[in-house]
């Protein structure tokens, strides 16, 4: 577990909010909007920021369905509901049918009575969907509602929670829930100072390991239980902390996305703000997503083209609650790094070493430290233990004055931006001198100290009062926790250094392609292949020289235009794998071999009753590299671009990696350093390197034409698209495309 603090830990928040250089944006019936910004399909550019002040902050709570019966449900939250009120300085006005007062507070018979502007009205009905109604007209803000039994339960449950979602639209408020509960109106620590963590659970019980971390000195400063969604969703309340100067990380329990989009403009407004946000995404299998479906209704999206989606906008994807308390602390206090090297610290090599090697292991760089320094370690260390990195200062040295020493010089070389050091058991006083020695050191330095304290026991005092007191101490109880935080802390701000949004670079009005690629879909059917490569062909997709025929005669002329040898493949919106059923001849060198050709694929394909458009006569190209580049609609997301190992590779291995479109060059390479594959692109084994920068054209391309034709392509697959030597580009030998 992450440790205390009572100070500040990090530079004024404000100042990075106010640095982010976003467009100007104006506010609309409680919306913050970027002007009119759209990309050339007509999706918004920029995240839409609903105004929550009134929401966390009311002046005013109608408590719909108050009660002060004991032992009735409503009882209880009523009396929570006073309570929270009386904090934030809010008047709450009971509302029921039959009641004349509810807690000594004089109550109204309906929302239609109240006589007074109401900011919230939190409804402890059974059936909200009559009380949206008559809160339409009220012009009440915002709304919660607790009630359960609809997008969770199955498909008239779904039904319900349209119907309510329509209802709220028309009212014009804003509606927290269906199927949520009271956790936005805990009691948060107001004596912690620092940074806070902002917190979004869809499942209130998964927030409350991160919602003690007020226990042990962390700072908590809201907590949004979205439920199902109806209205309100996880994007929004991103959107609305990523804006907040006192938040200094998003912490989130995600089981489904109500839209992809949304969620990506959310975290591409987090990314500009500087904001870290960390998730937890349940859907990894297909029992999680199943599981997560029927708890909120919520659809949780293919898990490798989320988990690309998150890491392309910024989003730290965890695993674990344990991983999400102690990532998003950590990422709410540290201070921007000033250097992206970790030394491992220790009074045992045999900790040091297995440290090393896991944090190594998980991408973090090691450095070496100078010999320069080496010598002075030696001047309190003894010279037979090493001080390369990790450093071991064999026990002793930490029990006297050479503690601190050895500390501050680590600190002070400025190849080392972080210093972990891990106590793998209490051994006083070595242990406490050790602890007290890192706090001081890290009260006098802008880097981070990281301590793993490892003992199962955590009463020792060492732990408690000198590491979980400390506001400059991140203090972890497991390695991983603290390698995952540590890597997800430096990864963070280097993805924010100089961050541009994908959203930037998205085309906003079509292209000439897009005008002669829109003439060739041909909507509900499947292209042929010669259709589909005069669709590559519209937005500058090289494809090998060919003609389509339809006569063994017309065939020996093309080869010859073509040139020999040559490729001979059957063409038909039918045919999705030719290979299979002997559709295609390879390195036909003569006009007989074509005759012959064109009838063995023209009888083959009467045979199986396959209607063609042609017989395509093919140049043959050389030898490269087989990739495959894609295109697929995801429920969540939309279009999305994958690019992989192609040829028969792509089935075997599934080597693919995933992008959501828009995306710019920088992370068309990213995509290929994520191909297991990857070397296969330098060259192996003799063969020349391949021209990469003819494969990321093709794959910018192709994500072009994904944006532009979302309305009309359902999927394209250009499998092999042959990559060859460097300098002489890349060729789509084959394509398929599905028009919606």
């Known amino acids: 577990m992450l440790g205390s603090t009572h100070g500040t830990f990090t530079t004024d928040l404000r100042a990075r909010v106010d640095a982010c250089g976003e467009s100007p944006r104006a506010t609309v019936h409680g919306v913050t909007a970027a002007p009119g910004d759209q990309d050339v399909s007509g999706r918004p550019l920029h995240a839409t920021v609903p105004d929550l002040d ?4 009311p002046e005013s709570v109608a408590v719909v369905g108050a009660s002060d019966t004991e032992g009735r449900p409503n009882t209880g939250i009523t009396r929570q509901l006073l309570a929270w009120a009386e904090r934030v300085g809010a008047r709450l006005v009971p509302v ?25 009205a939190v409804l402890l009905v059974a059936d909200p969907l009559p009380v949206i109604e008559e809160l339409a007209e009220t012009k009440v803000k915002f709304a919660v509602a607790f009630a359960s039994g609809f997008a969770e339960t199955g498909e008239a449950g779904a039904a319900a929670q349209e119907r309510l979602a329509a209802a709220v639209r028309r009212s014009g408020l804003r509606l927290l829930g269906p199927n949520t509960n009271l956790n936005a109106f805990e ?25 003690t971390l007020q226990e042990l000195g962390v700072r ?30 998003i912490a989130c329990y995600v089981e489904g996305l109500k839209d992809g989009r949304s969620f990506l403009l959310a975290a591409d407004r987090a990314a ?39 890491r392309q906008f910024g989003v730290i994807r965890v695993d674990g609650l344990d991983q999400l308390q102690d990532t998003a602390t950590l990422l709410a206090r540290a201070r921007r790094p000033q250097a992206d090297g970790v030394v491992v610290y220790s009074i045992s090599g045999g900790t040091g070493a297995h440290f090393a090697d896991l944090a190594t292991g998980a991408g973090l760089r090691l450095p070496t430290l100078p010999q320069a320094k080496q010598d002075e370690l030696h001047t309190w260390i003894p010279e037979y233990l090493s001080v390369s990195n990790p450093v071991d200062n064999g026990g002793h040295p930490v029990g006297d004055w050479r503690g601190r020493k050895i500390i501050d010089a680590i600190l002070a070389d400025p190849s080392v931006g972080v210093l972990i050091c891990p106590i793998t058991g209490p051994f006083p006083p070595m242990s406490d001198k050790l602890a007290q020695d890192l706090v001081d050191a890290a009260e006098a330095t802008d880097k981070l100290v990281c301590v793993v304290w490892g003992s199962p026991v955590g009463t020792e005092d060492a732990y408690r009062t000198t590491l979980l007191g400390s506001s400059r101490v991140a203090t972890f109880r497991t390695f991983a926790n603290c390698i995952g935080a540590v890597k997800a802390y430096l990864d963070h701000h280097r993805f924010t250094t100089g961050y541009r949004s994908p959203f930037d670079e998205a085309p906003r009005t079509p292209s000439p392609s897009f005008r002669k690629a829109q ?21 500058g997709i090289r494809v090998p020289r060919e003609q389509l025929v339809t006569s063994a005669a017309a065939a020996v002329r093309a ?19 030719k290979t299979e059923l002997g559709l295609v001849k390879v390195g036909l060198t003569s006009a007989s071999q074509v005759r012959d050709a064109y009838r063995e694929l023209t009888d083959i394909a009467r045979f199986e009753s396959i209607d063609l458009d042609g017989v395509l006569v093919c140049q043959m190209v050389g030898r490269g590299v087989e990739m495959v580049v894609g295109v697929t609609r995801d429920d969540l997301f939309g279009p999305t671009v994958t690019v992989g190992l192609g040829g028969v590779l792509v089935e075997v291995l599934g080597d693919t990696a995933v992008r959501v479109p828009p995306f710019g060059e920088r992370e068309a390479r990213s995509m290929l350093a994520e191909l297991r594959g990857r070397a296969l692109l330098d060259g192996v084994r003799g063969a020349p390197p391949a021209d990469v920068d003819a494969l990321v054209e093709v794959v910018l391309r192709v994500q072009r034409m994904a944006l532009e034709l979302d309305g009309d392509l359902a999927e394209l697959d250009i499998n092999p698209l042959m990559v060859l030597p460097r300098g002489q580009g890349a060729v789509a030998l084959d394509a398929l495309a599905v028009c919606r």
Not at 559 to 577: D, E, N, R, T
Request: glycine share 10%.
């Open 519 to 539: 003439a060739l879909m041909r909507p509900g059917r499947r292209l042929s292949e010669h259709a589909a490569k005069q669709l590559l062909r519209a937005y």
């Open 187 to 211: 009691r948060f620590r107001e004596d912690l100072e620092g940074p806070a963590v902002a917190l979004i659970t869809q499942s209130g019980h998964q927030g409350r390991p991160v919602f």
């Open 272 to 310: 500009r703000h500087g904001v870290p946000v960390v998730a937890v995404k349940v859907g990894r299998t297909e029992t999680g997503a199943r599981t997560a479906a029927s708890h909120t209704g919520k659809l949780t999206g293919a898990d490798q083209v989320v988990d690309a989606a998150m």
């Open 96 to 120: 029921h049918p039959t009641r004349t007062s509810v807690f000594g507070i004089d109550c109204v018979p309906s929302v239609g009575a109240l006589t007074e502007p109401v900011d919230l």
């Open 54 to 57: 009134r929401f966390f902050r």
């Open 559 to 577: 080869a010859g235009l073509v040139g020999y040898p040559v490729v001979m493949k059957a063409s038909g919106a039918q045919l999705a794998h």
């Open 220 to 249: 908590l400063s809201h907590w949004a239980p979205t439920g199902n969604e109806a209205d309100l969703e996880t994007a929004d309340f991103i959107s609305y902390f990523a804006g907040r100067p006192e938040v200094g990380s």
